[in-house]
């Protein structure tokens, strides 16, 4: 089992560009998320999904973009970037909505520089 | 506006002493809380609490939730170094909505 896998590992994008961070499980995890993190701001929610085809807004929506199609991805695109989304991306995932031990399971972050 | 606040922010202990964290929360429609650690990379699952007054444990790691006073501790007894990180709580509410503390950075002198 691979777990959340999480491309790129790093990117560098000048300001105004666009790009796409992927997210994919294969646990077949219903829940995912993405949370973005900044230094002495622990993690803030950006986007979520229960289960395919449906999408929420967190904390921190604002110039990202998601969709959720299949079961297993989950990617967050930015449509023009900026300095201020600088940050360390996590995607997360959950198996069952309904159990109460079910906890997120982390892919390893993408960094993200924006000149 | 949900809220999650995490105290101490920072602190810094000798090894072999006992911690205890902090958060406290304030979730529209609560639903468990979650304790991460968080060292160089990913968070890491620690534990989910439910319910309210029942201690979970783990080793030297045990953490309780009182939904009545809306707070949850998690207890560090004879830390070691390896237990330095940053720990994080994040309550979830019953639409799945997860929102994270800033978290408490914890260094172990030896």
């Known amino acids: 089992n691979a777990g959340v896998t999480q491309t790129p590992k790093f990117q560098v994008l000048k300001t105004g560009q666009s790009m796409t961070l992927q997210c994919a499980q294969d646990m077949n995890h219903e829940y995912m998320s993405w949370y973005r993190q900044d230094p002495g701001m622990g993690l803030r929610l950006i986007h979520y999904?229960?289960?395919?085809?449906?999408?929420d807004q967190g904390e921190v929506p604002n110039g990202y973009n998601v969709s959720r199609s299949t079961t297993e991805d989950f990617p967050l695109r930015l449509l023009s970037a900026a300095p201020s989304q600088t940050s360390v991306y996590f995607c997360a995932s959950r198996e069952d909505r309904t159990s109460n031990n079910s906890p997120l399971h982390f892919g390893n972050g993408t960094r993200l520089t924006v000149t | 506006e949900d809220k999650v606040v995490q105290s101490p922010l920072s602190l810094v202990v000798h090894e072999g002493d006992t911690v205890t964290l902090n958060c406290s929360y304030e979730?529209?429609?609560?639903?468990?809380l979650l304790w991460y650690k968080q060292e160089k990379k990913a968070p890491t699952f620690l534990f989910m609490l439910?319910?309210?007054?029942i201690e979970k444990k783990s080793g030297r790691l045990s953490s309780i939730l009182d939904k009545k006073e809306l707070f949850s501790i998690l207890n560090i007894t004879a830390t070691q170094t390896g237990d330095s990180a940053v720990y994080l709580c994040a309550p979830m509410n019953r639409d799945d909505k997860i929102i994270f503390g800033k978290g408490t950075r914890l260094h172990i002198l030896p």
């Open positions: 999904s229960v289960g395919a085809g449906i999408t």
């Open positions: 439910t319910s309210s007054g």
């Open positions: 979730v529209t429609n609560f639903r468990s």
